[in-house]
Protein backbone atom coordinates (compact mmCIF):
# COMPACT_ATOMS: atom_id res chain seq x y z
CA UNK A 1 0.00 0.00 0.00
CA UNK A 2 1.50 3.28 -0.95
CA UNK A 3 1.30 6.23 1.32
CA UNK A 4 -0.75 8.19 -1.01
CA UNK A 5 -3.47 5.78 -1.32
CA UNK A 6 -3.76 4.81 2.68
CA UNK A 7 -3.45 8.77 3.11
CA UNK A 8 -6.59 8.91 1.30
CA UNK A 9 -8.74 5.61 1.98
CA UNK A 10 -8.01 4.14 -0.95
CA UNK A 11 -7.05 0.48 -1.66
CA UNK A 12 -3.23 -0.59 -2.63
CA UNK A 13 -2.80 -0.40 -6.06
CA UNK A 14 -3.49 -3.57 -8.52
CA UNK A 15 -1.05 -6.37 -8.44
CA UNK A 16 -0.46 -6.46 -11.57
CA UNK A 17 -0.66 -2.90 -12.56
CA UNK A 18 2.45 -2.96 -9.87
CA UNK A 19 3.72 -5.53 -11.76
CA UNK A 20 3.47 -3.98 -15.24
CA UNK A 21 5.67 -1.37 -13.97
CA UNK A 22 8.48 -3.53 -13.43
CA UNK A 23 8.45 -3.72 -17.46
CA UNK A 24 6.95 -0.31 -18.58
CA UNK A 25 9.04 2.96 -18.52
CA UNK A 26 7.51 5.97 -17.29
CA UNK A 27 5.63 7.54 -20.33
CA UNK A 28 2.05 8.96 -20.97
CA UNK A 29 -0.19 6.09 -19.77
CA UNK A 30 -3.99 5.77 -19.91
CA UNK A 31 -6.16 4.29 -17.14
CA UNK A 32 -9.20 3.20 -18.16
CA UNK A 33 -12.05 3.07 -15.39
CA UNK A 34 -9.65 4.33 -12.98
CA UNK A 35 -12.94 4.59 -10.17
CA UNK A 36 -11.48 7.18 -7.34
CA UNK A 37 -7.56 6.65 -8.50
CA UNK A 38 -5.99 3.89 -6.87
CA UNK A 39 -3.83 2.42 -10.16
CA UNK A 40 -3.37 6.19 -11.35
CA UNK A 41 -2.36 7.82 -8.25
CA UNK A 42 0.30 4.93 -7.88
CA UNK A 43 1.22 5.40 -12.17
CA UNK A 44 1.79 9.42 -10.91
CA UNK A 45 3.85 8.45 -8.35
CA UNK A 46 6.23 6.59 -10.46
CA UNK A 47 6.77 8.94 -12.63
CA UNK A 48 3.99 8.03 -15.39
CA UNK A 49 2.38 10.67 -16.68
CA UNK A 50 -1.44 9.58 -16.42
CA UNK A 51 -4.47 10.31 -18.01
CA UNK A 52 -7.30 8.57 -15.48
CA UNK A 53 -10.85 8.10 -17.21
CA UNK A 54 -14.01 6.77 -15.92
CA UNK A 55 -18.01 7.40 -16.43
CA UNK A 56 -18.46 7.71 -13.07
CA UNK A 57 -18.35 11.38 -12.56
CA UNK A 58 -18.22 11.11 -8.36
CA UNK A 59 -15.13 9.01 -8.69
CA UNK A 60 -13.62 11.42 -11.05
CA UNK A 61 -14.47 14.36 -8.80
CA UNK A 62 -12.80 12.60 -5.65
CA UNK A 63 -9.89 11.46 -7.75
CA UNK A 64 -9.56 15.09 -9.16
CA UNK A 65 -10.05 16.41 -5.40
CA UNK A 66 -6.82 14.32 -4.11
CA UNK A 67 -4.89 15.19 -6.84
CA UNK A 68 -5.79 19.20 -6.47
CA UNK A 69 -5.23 18.54 -2.36
CA UNK A 70 -1.77 16.71 -3.19
CA UNK A 71 -0.51 18.89 -5.71
CA UNK A 72 -0.08 16.21 -8.15
CA UNK A 73 0.62 17.39 -11.53
CA UNK A 74 0.98 14.23 -13.78
CA UNK A 75 -2.36 12.92 -12.88
CA UNK A 76 -5.65 14.22 -14.88
CA UNK A 77 -9.05 12.74 -14.35
CA UNK A 78 -11.36 13.08 -16.97
CA UNK A 79 -15.44 11.56 -17.02
CA UNK A 80 -15.38 9.47 -20.50
CA UNK A 81 -17.72 6.70 -21.27
CA UNK A 82 -15.50 4.01 -22.88
CA UNK A 83 -18.01 2.54 -24.48
CA UNK A 84 -17.55 5.46 -27.14
CA UNK A 85 -14.58 4.02 -28.03
CA UNK A 86 -13.11 7.59 -28.96
CA UNK A 87 -9.55 8.41 -27.08
CA UNK A 88 -8.01 11.43 -28.44
CA UNK A 89 -4.63 10.66 -27.80
CA UNK A 90 -2.16 8.14 -27.94
CA UNK A 91 -0.17 6.58 -24.97
CA UNK A 92 2.93 4.73 -24.46
CA UNK A 93 0.66 2.25 -22.21
CA UNK A 94 -3.15 1.33 -21.13
CA UNK A 95 -4.31 -0.11 -18.61
CA UNK A 96 -7.60 -1.72 -18.03
CA UNK A 97 -8.25 -3.65 -14.88
CA UNK A 98 -11.48 -5.48 -13.91
CA UNK A 99 -13.19 -2.70 -16.38
CA UNK A 100 -14.09 -4.89 -19.44
CA UNK A 101 -16.61 -6.60 -17.49
CA UNK A 102 -18.98 -3.59 -17.23
CA UNK A 103 -18.84 -2.85 -20.44
CA UNK A 104 -21.44 -3.02 -23.43
CA UNK A 105 -21.00 -6.45 -25.11
CA UNK A 106 -21.76 -5.47 -28.40
CA UNK A 107 -18.72 -2.53 -27.91
CA UNK A 108 -15.53 -4.53 -26.44
CA UNK A 109 -13.94 -5.74 -29.38
CA UNK A 110 -13.96 -2.16 -30.55
CA UNK A 111 -13.04 -1.08 -27.24
CA UNK A 112 -9.50 -3.16 -27.25
CA UNK A 113 -9.38 -1.95 -31.48
CA UNK A 114 -9.50 1.83 -30.05
CA UNK A 115 -7.15 0.82 -27.25
CA UNK A 116 -4.43 -0.52 -29.85
CA UNK A 117 -4.74 2.10 -32.50
CA UNK A 118 -3.99 4.56 -29.93
CA UNK A 119 -0.93 3.10 -28.25
CA UNK A 120 2.31 4.01 -29.50
CA UNK A 121 4.61 1.34 -31.56
CA UNK A 122 6.31 -0.65 -28.53
CA UNK A 123 4.19 0.51 -26.00
CA UNK A 124 2.15 -1.81 -23.74
CA UNK A 125 -1.43 -2.69 -23.13
CA UNK A 126 -2.33 -3.89 -19.58
CA UNK A 127 -5.77 -6.05 -19.29
CA UNK A 128 -7.76 -7.94 -16.56
CA UNK A 129 -11.13 -9.12 -16.64
CA UNK A 130 -13.49 -11.76 -15.78
CA UNK A 131 -13.83 -14.50 -17.91
CA UNK A 132 -17.37 -17.22 -18.70
CA UNK A 133 -15.86 -21.20 -19.79
CA UNK A 134 -17.19 -24.05 -19.98
CA UNK A 135 -15.29 -25.46 -17.22
CA UNK A 136 -15.91 -22.87 -15.13
CA UNK A 137 -19.19 -20.73 -15.68
CA UNK A 138 -18.45 -16.88 -13.99
CA UNK A 139 -20.90 -17.11 -11.38
CA UNK A 140 -21.35 -13.34 -11.07
CA UNK A 141 -23.81 -11.45 -14.10
CA UNK A 142 -21.24 -9.24 -15.48
CA UNK A 143 -22.25 -7.87 -18.66
CA UNK A 144 -19.49 -9.01 -20.63
CA UNK A 145 -16.90 -12.17 -19.34
CA UNK A 146 -14.26 -12.86 -22.00
CA UNK A 147 -14.23 -16.72 -23.93
CA UNK A 148 -11.27 -18.97 -23.57
CA UNK A 149 -8.22 -17.67 -25.84
CA UNK A 150 -10.45 -14.29 -27.11
CA UNK A 151 -7.99 -11.72 -25.48
CA UNK A 152 -5.03 -13.47 -26.84
CA UNK A 153 -6.25 -14.14 -30.39
CA UNK A 154 -6.91 -10.44 -30.30
CA UNK A 155 -4.03 -9.13 -29.68
CA UNK A 156 -2.23 -11.62 -32.27
CA UNK A 157 1.14 -9.98 -33.05
CA UNK A 158 1.80 -8.32 -30.09
CA UNK A 159 4.53 -9.49 -27.47
CA UNK A 160 3.06 -11.40 -24.46
CA UNK A 161 4.61 -10.23 -22.30
CA UNK A 162 2.18 -12.25 -19.43
CA UNK A 163 -0.47 -14.14 -20.31
CA UNK A 164 -2.82 -15.98 -18.60
CA UNK A 165 -6.21 -17.20 -17.79
CA UNK A 166 -5.42 -18.52 -14.41
CA UNK A 167 -8.70 -19.79 -11.88
CA UNK A 168 -8.59 -17.13 -8.43
CA UNK A 169 -11.09 -18.00 -5.50
CA UNK A 170 -13.31 -14.88 -4.46
CA UNK A 171 -14.03 -13.69 -0.66
CA UNK A 172 -17.37 -15.48 -0.55
CA UNK A 173 -15.56 -19.00 -2.15
CA UNK A 174 -16.69 -18.87 -5.97
CA UNK A 175 -14.44 -19.55 -8.10
CA UNK A 176 -13.66 -17.31 -11.40
CA UNK A 177 -11.51 -17.68 -13.85
CA UNK A 178 -9.50 -14.09 -14.73
CA UNK A 179 -7.93 -13.02 -17.88
CA UNK A 180 -4.62 -11.59 -17.44
CA UNK A 181 -2.64 -9.94 -20.02
CA UNK A 182 0.57 -7.38 -20.43
CA UNK A 183 1.42 -7.58 -24.58
CA UNK A 184 3.36 -4.63 -25.93
CA UNK A 185 2.91 -4.14 -29.55
CA UNK A 186 5.25 -4.07 -32.03
CA UNK A 187 7.68 -1.34 -32.27
C1 LIG B 1 -14.34 -2.74 -10.59
S1 LIG B 1 -13.97 -1.07 -10.97
C2 LIG B 1 -12.26 -1.21 -11.37
C3 LIG B 1 -11.51 0.04 -11.03
C4 LIG B 1 -10.00 0.00 -11.27
N1 LIG B 1 -9.66 -0.26 -12.65
C5 LIG B 1 -9.28 -0.95 -10.36
O1 LIG B 1 -8.48 -1.78 -10.80
O2 LIG B 1 -9.52 -0.83 -9.14
C6 LIG B 1 -14.71 -0.80 -12.58
C7 LIG B 1 -14.73 0.66 -12.98
O3 LIG B 1 -15.18 0.76 -14.33
C8 LIG B 1 -15.97 1.92 -14.45
N2 LIG B 1 -16.80 1.81 -15.65
C9 LIG B 1 -17.79 0.92 -15.88
N3 LIG B 1 -18.34 1.15 -17.10
C10 LIG B 1 -17.66 2.20 -17.64
C11 LIG B 1 -17.76 2.90 -18.87
N4 LIG B 1 -18.66 2.58 -19.80
N5 LIG B 1 -16.90 3.93 -19.09
C12 LIG B 1 -15.99 4.28 -18.15
N6 LIG B 1 -15.86 3.64 -16.97
C13 LIG B 1 -16.68 2.61 -16.71
C14 LIG B 1 -16.77 1.94 -13.15
O4 LIG B 1 -17.30 3.22 -12.90
C15 LIG B 1 -15.70 1.50 -12.15
O5 LIG B 1 -15.03 2.61 -11.60
Same mark, same amino acid.
Given at each position: MTDLNRRHGLNPPHSEVVNACQHIA?? %??? %????? &???????????????????? &???????????????????? %????????QAALQADFGFISCTVTLMFLDPGRVETVIADMQAHTVPGGANLIVCAMDTTAHPCPIAFPFTLNEGQLGALYQGWEMLKYNED?????????????TMLARKPA
Amino acid at each position: MTDLNRRHGLNPPHSEVVNACQHIAPC %DAL %DMGCS &NGRNALYLGEQGFNVTAVDS &NANAIGMLQSIVAQEGIGNV %DAQVYDINQAALQADFGFISCTVTLMFLDPGRVETVIADMQAHTVPGGANLIVCAMDTTAHPCPIAFPFTLNEGQLGALYQGWEMLKYNEDLGTMHNGAQLQFATMLARKPA
